[in-house]
């Protein structure tokens, strides 16, 4: 891997804190449901209403964390969709796309910032993968680079090697160029900021992080695939999260589900196990409006219907849902288009984790409705045995 050229550039901290950056994959998923760990388990209560979600919230109270004291604020778009100074920050994107031809395609791209609080070095990871589904081929990338990135007087513009990022105000364009494919995307918001667990901010004990989500892009661009260049078009999901928190990989993990449904509801599920056994799981319901309502785990059923093993790193990973979502009337089952959508190249390596595009059958109101949904897995690669 890349770890070597970075310690040679960097200082010794920034050094170790680009080593653990592909901890931050997927660690909204944890971190958000984490953050649940330390409430009470409430009464019963009445369906919650769905409200709109606005762009600044009241705070809520802080909580001591394990990191830094940290007296929340609230989130302000489009200024927060720029970059902060906080220790760990990213840009995460995935979606289908389809070319003139019919044919479909499955996408993630991500940025990773991780920031010296001691001098404000900052260094940077991207991972990007394309999944060919007509040919169910796979392909994936990452990338690394370190150094200041000047940015812009509003929103974010990155590069990290021969890849680029940039975006304001809900509008976002990304690159990535490799030996077996590219892509040149632009991605629209069609609604609100989604804003996680009511005001986009949470704490536990491993930290504190601001997390909100566009759940509904359109998208255009080209894409590269054995050599001919497409145009295509799709919808694309984006989070982008950061704050000072801790994360742990392997055993510990996550499943995390984003569905889009053809009726313009949103879906994104999640379920963290920590490493003592114990299962966190809630869920986010954005309407045609963008109104959203929470969903306490309470409310949510995950059952794995079946697995498949890597013949990579040797992880078992679950290869099929059904959700239950009975106060919404939600019901759905997941199926991997591909089994092998596993991401070998994030650093460490119990890090890796699977990212996949899968086939979605659901019932939402007791009508059948068409739906595209992406998985993202972690914490179930063990990492390599060293050698002696």
């Known amino acids: 891997?890349?770890?070597?050229?970075?310690?040679?550039?960097?200082?010794?901290?920034?050094?170790?804190?680009?080593?653990?950056?592909?901890?931050?994959?997927?660690?909204?998923?944890?971190?958000?449901?984490?953050?649940?760990?330390?409430?009470?388990?409430?009464?019963?209560?009445?369906?919650?209403?769905?409200?709109?979600?606005?762009?600044?919230?009241?705070p809520p109270t802080p909580i001591p964390s394990l990191t830094t004291v940290h007296t929340p604020r609230p989130i302000s778009l489009p200024t927060d969709e720029a970059s902060h100074t906080d220790p760990v920050e990213w840009w995460y994107y995935s979606g289908t796309m389809e070319d003139a031809s019919g044919n479909d395609y499955g996408f993630h791209f991500v940025i990773f910032q991780v920031t010296n609080p001691e001098n404000g070095d900052a260094g940077y990871m991207s991972h990007a993968s394309v999944f060919d589904v007509?040919?169910?081929?796979?392909e994936q990338s990452v990338r690394f680079g370190v150094g200041a990135q000047p940015q812009p007087a509003t929103g974010f513009e990155f590069s990290v090697g021969d890849w680029t990022l940039s975006g304001d105000n809900g509008t976002h364009s990304f690159a990535a160029a490799t030996d077996t494919f590219a892509f040149d995307l632009t991605v629209d918001a069609n609604k609100p900021a989604v804003l996680h667990n009511e005001t986009g901010y949470l704490e536990a004990l491993n930290g504190w992080t601001y997390y909100y989500s566009w759940t509904d892009m359109d998208l255009l661009g080209t894409l590269t695939v054995n050599g001919q260049e497409l145009g295509v078009i799709g919808e694309a999901w984006m989070d982008h999260q950061w704050g000072d928190f801790v994360v742990s990989g392997y055993p510990s993990g996550w499943q995390w589900f984003a569905v889009s449904m053809d009726n313009d509801y949103e879906l994104m599920v999640a379920e963290a196990r920590e490493s003592d056994g114990q299962v966190i799981t809630y869920s986010t319901l954005v309407d045609p409006?963008?109104?959203?309502?929470?969903?306490?785990?309470?409310?949510?059923?995950?059952?794995?219907?079946?697995?498949?093993?890597?013949?990579?790193?040797?992880?078992?990973?679950?290869?099929?849902?059904?959700?239950?979502?009975?106060?919404?009337?939600?019901?759905?089952?997941?199926?991997?288009l591909l089994d092998d959508q596993e991401f070998t190249l994030a650093f460490p390596p119990n890090t890796i984790y699977w990212e996949g595009l899968t086939e979605t059958d659901i019932t939402f109101g007791g009508e059948p409705v068409g739906a595209s949904a992406y998985v993202e897995l972690v914490g179930y690669a063990p990492p390599p045995t060293p050698t002696p």
């Open 134 to 138: 007509a040919a169910g081929l796979r």
């Open 289 to 336: 409006s963008g109104m959203t309502t929470h969903i306490d785990g309470q409310d949510i059923t995950i059952d794995v219907l079946n697995t498949w093993t890597s013949p990579h790193t040797g992880g078992e990973y679950p290869a099929g849902w059904r959700i239950m979502i009975p106060a919404h009337e939600l019901s759905m089952t997941l199926t991997p």
């Open 1 to 58: 891997m890349h770890a070597p050229i970075l310690s040679q550039t960097l200082d010794r901290r920034l050094s170790t804190l680009l080593r653990h950056a592909a901890l931050l994959v997927a660690v909204s998923v944890v971190v958000l449901a984490t953050a649940c760990a330390g409430e009470p388990t409430p009464t019963p209560t009445p369906e919650p209403t769905a409200t709109s979600t606005p762009t600044a919230t009241p």
